[in-house]
């Protein structure tokens, strides 16, 4: 499983919008709006690949701006297992 941090960028006034659209997403938890501007969240993939996916969506809701990795922790992602045969 492959946990992200991650601080979303809205356009002044659309973060509660944007925070919406976000929790609707599969994988996405909404943790927090900041002063109706950044939206706080978590988001949890199987896979690295799949993560970096789900993420580039968010750049199609309406008022989102930038989209900002704060952390990832992908140790059990499969690729990075000792046991896949790398």
């Given amino acids: 499983m492959v946990i992200s941090g991650i601080y979303v960028e809205t ?23 900041h002063e109706d501007i950044k939206v706080i969240l978590t988001l949890e993939t199987e896979t690295v690949d799949q993560s970096y996916r789900t993420a580039e969506t968010f750049k199609a809701i309406e008022g989102v701006l930038a989209i900002c990795l704060a952390y990832t922790n992908f140790e059990d992602e499969p690729f990075y297992r000792e046991d896949a045969g790398v």
């Fill in 11 to 33: 356009i002044p006034g659309q973060a509660e919008y944007a925070a919406k659209k976000l929790a609707q997403l599969n994988g996405v938890e909404v943790h927090h709006v």
